[in-house]
T-cell receptor
Framework: DGGITQSPKYLFRKEGQNVTLSCEQNLNHDAMYWYRQDPGQGLRLIYYSQIVNDFQKGDIAEGYSVSREKKESFPLTVTSAQKNPTAFYLC???????????FGPGTRLTVL | AQSVTQPDIHITVSEGASLELRCNYSYGATPYLFWYVQSPGQGLQLLLKYFSGDTLVQGIKGFEAEFKRSQSSFNLRKPSVHWSDAAEYFCAVRAGGTSYGKLTFGQGTILTVHP
């Protein structure tokens, strides 16, 4: 089955620790995206990548970092510099043609 | 920059009633528009999309949306709502230019269905 996987589904970390969220896709999509979702605020774009070894900041990139070493993988690191990291994080991918984005199931991060 | 407004934060309908969720966008060129649905704690699923052509777009699960350029709107409709339609709905517009490929989402509309 083709799709996007995110792991883990729930993640707990202590304040001050960096944490990496996994995102893998087997849809052969060139573009991948990370969004943050908070209640009542919709989805806000953190980072996106349209090709391996290249990525761009989205609207709320501060306190986050990404890498794109492989086409299939786009991990997101939430650093200790992120002031309010507790949120639901969604990964998506798309072709470069129509940008119909396919979403993973999400990771809920709670920082204690 | 593009933007999307969903004026209704929460809508409640009875099962079997008709539904219309509003979406207004701001974008200088011809927009690419999307409606997504999200069940609690899940990812988003695409309901339908508009790129060009016929302004009435059919989607999955019996949903349709109409693009009205004069009103900058892309409202989602369903003639008869089922209890399983209870979810959060997001409208989105695709950017162009140097931000090619980015989607800008509205704040979402939560749909509650009463039996």
């Amino acid at each position: 089955d083709g799709g996007i996987t995110q792991s883990p589904k729930y993640l707990f970390r202590k304040e001050g620790q960096n944490v990496t969220l996994s995102c893998e896709q087997n849809l052969n999509h060139d573009a991948m995206y990370w969004y943050r979702q908070d209640p009542g605020q919709g989805l806000r774009l953190i980072y996106y990548s349209q090709i391996v070894n290249d990525f761009q900041k989205g609207d709320i990139a501060e306190g986050y970092s990404v890498s794109r070493e492989k086409k299939e993988s786009f991990p997101l690191t939430v650093t200790s510099a992120q002031k309010n990291p507790t949120a639901f994080y969604l990964c998506a991918s798309s072709t470069l043609v129509d940008n119909e984005q396919f979403f993973g199931p999400g990771t809920r991060l709670t920082v204690l | 920059a593009q933007s999307v407004t969903q004026p209704d934060i929460h809508i409640t309908v009875s099962e079997g009633a008709s539904l219309e969720l509003r979406c207004n966008y701001s974008y200088g060129a011809t927009p690419y528009l999307f409606w997504y649905v999200q069940s609690p704690g899940q990812g988003l699923q695409l309901l339908l999309k508009y790129f060009s052509g016929d302004t009435l777009v059919q989607g999955i699960k019996g949903f349709e949306a109409e693009f009205k350029r004069s009103q900058s709107s892309f409202n989602l409709r369903k003639p008869s709502v089922h209890w399983s339609d209870a979810a959060e709905y997001f409208c989105a517009v695709r950017a162009g230019g140097t931000s090619y490929g980015k989607l800008t989402f509205g704040q979402g509309t939560i749909l509650t269905v009463h039996p």
